[in-house]
């Protein structure tokens, strides 16, 4: 068993482990289709700019190298260890950003609290960083002996552990499917009930890779339930519909929305907020007359689907998986 004591201080170890590294050896996260979210952002000097999820400030730098002088980016993150690093890396750029620890979910609060009017540009890069992947002492990793907690924001809200040891059989069969899609829901669900209480991702790994199937793709056997805990732990399908349909009355005309996503259900909330707005009537095919008033508010720009290059996927095998979509505002919000 793992001690409270121990469950507290891990996250904090690996992150003071992770800043002792040489400088060279840092920043972990390689940002994902970089030059292109730059170039679908559009950004120009002078330009305001919002970074939903800066990580550890990636994107966040290449912003703010390409709108300056002049500019701003109002950057956010939901860990605070994110933030911590994104500061790290960005203090030679001050005054000309602005960094909030907060969800994009409440994206509009923040934007109105920090009192920064409408966006040329608003980026999600979604999913989590190498930072939370290797050095967090999250348990995001299933190759990793650590607590098995996996909350971007670790201020409240369930851990894994606690979804794993007190849900019904069922209903983690439910979650495993819906938000793992994984084929082998029940099984698994059942193996857990079973050997429950968990407190470390090793230990659940080594449970879930004895009844899950390795896949074709050769994708290691517990990665659908780690993700499926993860998407649940963080409400991060609910938070990225909120977020979109936050951010896109905060463009200003002509303002550009990047969201780089990396699976399946998440491009599925992307590509059907983009087609939404994207439309004037939204009324289902049988009514005979519009009675929606719908307006629609973005020019759809990435017709496909904006996928890595070759080189990139093979310097950075974590963005194997990124899929960019590219919108632009039609109107402005009354500010
Ligand atoms: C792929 S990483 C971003 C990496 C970053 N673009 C970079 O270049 O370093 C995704 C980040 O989104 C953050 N995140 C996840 N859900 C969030 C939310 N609801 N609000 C704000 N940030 C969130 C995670 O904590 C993580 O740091």
């Known amino acids: 068993m793992i001690s409270t004591d121990e469950r507290t201080l891990a996250p904090k170890k690996a992150i003071m482990e992770w800043a002792r590294q040489p400088m060279d050896a840092v920043p972990f996260h390689q940002p994902v289709l970089l030059e292109e979210a730059l170039e679908g952002l559009a950004v120009r000097p002078g330009g305001r700019y919002v970074d939903c999820t800066t990580g550890e400030g990636g994107h966040t730098e290449g912003i703010l190298e390409r709108c300056l002088p002049g500019g701003h980016v109002l950057a956010?993150?939901?860990?605070?260890?994110?933030?911590?690093?994104?500061?790290?890396?960005?203090?030679?750029?001050?005054?000309?950003?602005?960094?909030?620890?907060?969800?994009?979910?409440?994206?509009?609060?923040?934007?109105?609290?920090?009192?920064?009017?409408?966006?040329?540009?608003?980026l999600f890069d979604l999913g989590l960083s190498s930072l939370?992947?290797?050095?967090?002492?999250?348990?995001?990793?299933?190759?990793?002996?650590?607590?098995?907690?996996?909350?971007?924001?670790?201020?409240?809200?369930?851990?894994a552990a606690d979804i794993v040891n007190s849900y019904?059989?069922?209903?983690?069969?439910?979650?495993?499917?819906?938000?793992?899609?994984?084929?082998?829901?029940?099984s698994i669900a059942r193996a857990i009930v079973q050997r429950r209480p968990f407190d470390t991702a090793a230990q659940l790994a080594e449970v879930v890779t004895r009844v899950a199937?390795?896949?074709?793709?050769?994708?290691?056997?517990?990665?659908?339930?780690?993700?499926?805990?993860?998407?649940?732990?963080?409400?991060?399908?609910?938070?990225?519909?909120?977020?979109?349909?936050?951010?896109?009355?905060?463009?200003?005309?002509g303002g550009r929305l990047v969201v780089i996503s990396y699976h399946s259900l998440e491009d599925r909330i992307v590509k059907g907020a983009f087609r939404r707005e994207s439309k004037g009537c939204i009324c289902?095919?049988?009514?005979?007359?519009?009675?929606?008033?719908?307006?629609?508010?973005?020019?759809?720009?990435?017709?496909?689907?904006?996928?890595?290059?070759?080189?990139e996927r093979v310097r950075n095998p974590r963005s194997r998986s990124a899929r960019m979509r590219v919108a632009e505002h039609l109107q402005g919000i009354t500010q």
């Not at 500061?87 to 602005?98: E, G, K, M």
């Not at 019904?168 to 029940?186: D, K, N, S, V, W």
């Not at 020019?299 to 689907?305: A, M, N, Q």
């Open 213 to 253: 199937k390795p896949s074709r793709g050769g994708i290691h056997p517990a990665t659908r339930t780690f993700q499926a805990l993860r998407i649940a732990v963080n409400n991060e399908l609910d938070n990225l519909q909120t977020g979109l349909e936050q951010a896109i009355p905060l463009l200003k005309p």
């Open 132 to 159: 939370q992947l290797e050095a967090s002492g999250r348990g995001f990793s299933f190759r990793r002996n650590e607590p098995l907690d996996m909350r971007f924001d670790t201020r409240g809200g369930p851990t």
């Open 284 to 311: 289902p095919p049988e009514v005979p007359q519009c009675v929606c008033d719908h307006v629609a508010q973005l020019r759809i720009i990435t017709r496909k689907v904006i996928t890595p290059s070759a080189n």
């Open 168 to 186: 019904h059989q069922e209903e983690l069969a439910r979650l495993l499917r819906t938000y793992g899609e994984e084929p082998r829901a029940r």
């Open 76 to 122: 956010l993150d939901a860990d605070s260890a994110a933030v911590d690093a994104a500061q790290r890396r960005l203090n030679s750029y001050q005054p000309h950003f602005t960094l909030v620890h907060g969800s994009y979910a409440q994206l509009g609060d923040i934007i109105a609290s920090h009192q920064f009017g409408s966006a040329d540009g608003i």
